[in-house]
């Protein structure tokens, strides 16, 4: 497999050369030059490999019509390595939780439960498949790699554990001082492991972006330390996700006949996109519903054609914080294909006319009516109040607690039902990391794992620093021997 830029650029490179890379060298997101077709065959071959094989081996099928630059034997061991019950919780790695009352035919609605590993949030299915690969391409290469990354919560405490005790990678992640949950605070800062560094920066989120930034223009720097990333444009995040698709779909439908929706919370466009390659793949999934919270730049797009980012005055902070988004990162990658792949096109969108205008309008384009008519693609939106609203009422029908992500979620899937087809949410975060919230809904606090008892009062190991770039420099230069 090739992969090519979304923005016109005439080089094709292979898997693991984009695998420690971010954009590429156009500005443009890595996609792959086609989409492998599951025909009825290979779907049925699949379902019996995940009722034989389970996850890991799901994960090896998908993966390797991807991935021709690892041998099949690696590949496959990568795979059976990261996805484990001890890792992720259960033998069926994403269990099916159906919302059913009792005596109802059918389930209102399933969750797919993709938030059991080490940190409670679905990027842990991505990012400790990713540990691993990196792990491994690096030793072939006989490489190091320093990431730098800026997180307010989940992408940075899920790097730090798929990347503990990882030979040949350190990560030096900032977030804003005093600005996550305490116990997210406490997740991340508890790890003593000798390569990972907690930097907590004096300033909001954005300052951490601007020091991440800063640092890697200055290409001198980046090059001498060997500095890379592990944001959610890397292609190999979104790949692992594809897998999650399938296994929900198995588990929803007794035949490949049948059709399922899925219902994503969305903020960089990243988990869903996941979703519309394993739709481009032939997986029967009628629609995708993307639903957003008040920082609305999705649902506005498929509304009404128009896509506008935010400044950073008017995102608003809320009580989903992992879907506080000003721009959508991932986006480009489903405009691409939207337009045909018309890769110049998709430069001069994502180019100048966000640059210039801060937006740019396909509503009057004949092919935006695709992105619901042939791509599968709707949306809605949910505000602090329908989350509190959606976790009262899923906890008092059904007795399961959700998690403000997940609240959204099923929200705005509940706008969506067709008679006769199953309806998943993703569950993409466990209630206790927003566990205020919780209170504010339900008055009580949420359901704790036994292996996250106790854990704010674990030694923590963390530098607090001014948002300074100069500093930040050297303290990587001093910590890179
Ligand atoms: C990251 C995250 C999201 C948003 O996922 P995207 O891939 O950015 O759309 C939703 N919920 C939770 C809990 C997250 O951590």
Known sequence: MLYLSTRGHTDRKRFCEILLEGLAPDGGLYLPAHYPQIDAQKLAQWRGIWDTQGYAGLAFAVLSLYIDDIPAADLKALCDKTYTEQVFGSPQIVPLKPLQAPGAPTPELYLEALSNGPTLAFKDMAMQLLGNLFEYELSRRDEELNILGATSGDTGSAAEYAMRGKKGVRVFMTSPNGRMSPFQQAQ?????????????????????????????NDLTFKRKYKIGTVNSINWARLLAQVVYYFAGYFQ???????????????????????????????????????????NDVLDEFFRTGVYRVRGSADTHE??????????????ERFIFDLLGRDGSRVAHLFGAAIHEQGRFDLSSDPLFVQAAQRYGFVSGKSTHADRLATIRDVFARYGIMVDTHTADGVKVAREHQQTGVPMLVLETALPIKFASTLVEALGREPYRPAQFNGIEALPKRVQIMPADTALIKEYIAAHCD
């Open 318 to 331: 809320t009580s989903s914080p992992s879907m506080d988004i000003s721009k959508a990162s991932n986006f």
């Open 252 to 294: 929803a439908t007794k035949t490949n006949a049948e059709e399922v929706n899925f219902s994503v919370p969305s903020g960089n466009f990243g988990n869903v996109c996941a979703g519309h390659v394993a739709r481009m793949m032939g997986l029967p999934i009628a629609k995708l519903v993307v639903a957003t919270n008040e």
């Open 188 to 216: 991340m800062f508890s790890l003593l492991d000798e390569n990972i560094h907690n930097i907590a920066i004096d300033g909001v989120f954005d300052d951490c972006q601007d020091i991440v930034k800063a640092v890697s």
